[in-house]
């Protein structure tokens, strides 16, 4: 049931795919990790030869894989979406499936990061470049998991208000770990 039809005006937000108190939550993500971000680009600049050599212990392949794993599991929830419209619900469940599995295994490659940094004694406390790279990516992890727990509830549940809401988040945590990849991994 849409936010119309609940009698509630969500205001602009009505127009939006999904339970309009998921993009309020998105909106809230977006402006957090933001702001972490911003952090992290600020601090770059204050300490640029600190950043350059942390950089050079980042894997940017592992995080280019992870970036398409994200991108083709978001792809997936789209296809989801579609099908779910087009009243094939067992398609649409197989294509959550498929991006949770791709979730799983977004989850599996960055703990074999952290793994790896770990075991080259590399950890939170660092210095300031791993205290970003390891809360800004560790943040984001958790709301990949998040985003597997929502899209499985959504696969049970799958009404087009829930899987568009479901989605939703999917698509941000997305969004999200495509600007931050580059700005982590690859950005001088």
């Known amino acids: 049931m849409d936010a119309v039809q609940e009698g509630r005006s969500w205001g602009a937000l009505s127009d939006l795919p999904g339970h309009p108190m998921m993009w309020v939550l998105i909106l809230t993500e977006v402006v957090t990790f933001g702001l972490l971000l911003m952090t992290f680009a600020v601090t770059r600049a204050v300490h640029p030869d600190q ?13 280019g894989i992870n970036t398409l794993v994200l991108i083709t599991s978001g792809w997936l929830a789209a296809l989801a979406v579609e099908a779910q419209s087009a009243g094939r619900r067992l398609l649409a469940r197989l294509q959550l499936g498929g991006a949770m599995a791709l ?11 952290y793994v790896t ?18 809360l800004l990516t560790g943040f984001h992890l958790l709301h990949v998991v998040l985003g597997i ?3 499985a509830a959504v696969a049970l549940s799958d009404s087009a208000e829930n899987l568009k ?24």
């Open 103 to 113: 979730g799983f295994l977004f989850v599996g490659i960055k703990l074999a990061e």
């Open 51 to 63: 950043f350059v050599a942390g950089r050079a212990q980042l894997d940017p392949v592992l995080g």
């Open 149 to 151: 727990v929502i899209l």
């Open 165 to 188: 809401t479901g989605t939703a988040f999917w698509h941000m945590v997305d969004l999200v770990w495509v600007v931050m990849y580059p700005l982590i991994y690859l950005v001088g």
């Open 117 to 134: 940094k770990a075991q080259a004694g590399i950890g939170l406390e660092t210095d300031t470049f791993f205290t970003l790279y390891f």
